[in-house]
């Protein structure tokens, strides 16, 4: 796929509410857009759709302008997916219907086997005859995702797609948007207020608040970044992509290696060689000046200190370390960071307690 | 006893006489309702009240207007004179033209309500999908409001059965042309004829209980609000 670049700047009024936006990003993978509610990153995904109409706007992509001073490309012809953050099936359609109504107005022609094989990705078999009314909230979210994929948009705009679902729900979807990320070619800007959502499926991360951009750029800098504007709390962490490298069944417990070091963890059932993306929580590391082997602390790693900074709390620092070109937060007390004297450059050892594969 | 020739002559003229009004009125509704439904402008409530003006005034006194206006020296009978085909008043057309007028509010407003109740969601879902305007409105909006339009079509021809005195102002009594059961009812009551009257009118209200009775017992609610 060639390189596209989404641009888009946009300024919104509304009672009580400004947008004022100003994006260049790579559109690919899965861009997350990032921030509290009312932040405005809804209203900013409204307004890629062209479902809104910004006083000011610019917007193009792959250099094929949607919106200027001029120029006003309407939604229907924009060719894109939108999945919105409750339920939108066409009621009077049954779900087959649904998909339909979509793929009869795609640009290209949908052919009967990628109809099929949308419909197998969401595993959305079996309830297509079946009106929106008789579909679980899952269910409906899963048709509407397909529906929107099923026209092969140049670009997929979810909405929240997870947030008016309960815990099992999400647990029942999330594992169907991470196929798509991986077996579609397709950018996916995804908005959302999660941090662990955003942990599993982003590449890029957009953090929006009051209606501006606050930080943005690949997730796991943009995410370890110290300033990170977006108070996260207990969720501040840094997510690792490692390639599993070895299983011990005697242990249950699963190697993956990644640029700076290796894992142990809990065996999860992946295969070797598959890649896969480790979350690691500022709260779980911790720093020792010397590698202890008497400690119950499976995983212990060299790393550099970059920056220091104060957390939320006065008492509480955040320290972002290097282990070889992987960013890690650790989150320790200030006299902790005094005892060990902290300071950038200086060599440590990462303990690690607690590490999970997200994806 | 049962119907007179005459009796089935205002029948049939009073069943032909709605079912157009009616097919005229959801094609004059439509684009009404689906303008009063999505419009921001600032005379949507200067259109709304002209058109529910039928439903508070006294027929006579629409009547009174339609048929000086419809008349030989009235703007719209100037202008169905220079197009040749007359005058309006006492033919049945000019009873057509004026049943469209005093039924139009029953007809927008479950149409607009229908529309309404939808909301913006399924037109931005449509757009998504690559659906334009038109096609939106085809193949969204219109089965969406689908209830709307029964409950408008029933109420439309039943309110248009039930008409009497824009009738006697504009139509007159002229058998097979504009005389309407309701009509042909007061006739025989005025020459005492109580038991030709108790035929049409027994029939009427049983007719309309049987409508309204459907309408009331489907399972979504279809009136009005």
Known sequence: MSKSILSARFQLDR???????????PCRGVIALFGHSGSGKTSLLRCIAGLETPRRGKL?????????????????KRRLGYVFQEASLLPHLSARGNLNFAARRAAEVVTEAEHHRIVELLGIGPMLERPPAQLSGGERQRVAIGRALISKPRLLLMDEPLASLDQARKQEILPYLETLKTELDVPIIYVSHSPDEVARLADTLVAMEDGKIVASGPLTETLTRLDFPIKLGEEVGSVVEATVAERDAQWQLTKVTFDGGELWLRDSGHAIGRRVRVRVLARDVSLSLH????????????????????????????????????????????????????????????????VAIIQ | MGFSAADLQAIWLTLRLATVVTLMLLLIATPIAWWLSRTRCRWKGVVSAVIALPLVLPPTVLG???????????????LTQALGIGTLPFTFWGLVVASVIYSLPFVVQPIQNAMEAMGERPLEVAATLGAGSADTFFNVVLPLA????????????????????????????????????????????????????????????LFSFAVLALLYSRKRPLLLK
Request: net charge negative.
């Open chain 2, 146 to 205: 689908r209830p709307g339009f029964v409950t408008a079509a029933i109420l439309g021809f039943t309110h248009t059965l039930g008409e009497f005195g824009v009738v006697l102002m504009i139509g007159g009594n002229i058998p097979g042309a504009t005389r309407v059961i309701s009509v042909q009812i007061y006739d025989h009551v005025e020459a005492m004829d109580y038991a030709q009257a108790h035929w049409l009118a027994g029939a009427m209200v």
């Open chain 1, 291 to 354: 590698q202890h082997n008497d400690t119950s602390i499976v995983n212990s790693l060299p790393a550099v200190v970059e920056e220091i900074s104060t957390e939320q709390h006065p008492g509480m620092a955040l320290v972002k370390l290097k282990l070889g070109n992987t960013p890690l937060v650790a989150r320790l007390t200030h006299r902790s960071a005094h005892h060990l004297a902290l300071a950038p450059g200086k060599p440590i050892w990462a303990q690690i307690k607690s």
């Open chain 1, 60 to 76: 193009s992509l792959n250099g094929e302008t949607w919106q200027d001073d001029n120029h006003f490309v309407p939604t229907h």
């Open chain 2, 64 to 78: 009174f207007y339609l048929l000086l206006a419809m008349g030989p020296n009235g703007p719209v009978g100037q």
């Open chain 1, 15 to 25: 009672p009580g509410f400004r947008l004022d936006v100003d994006l260049q990003l």
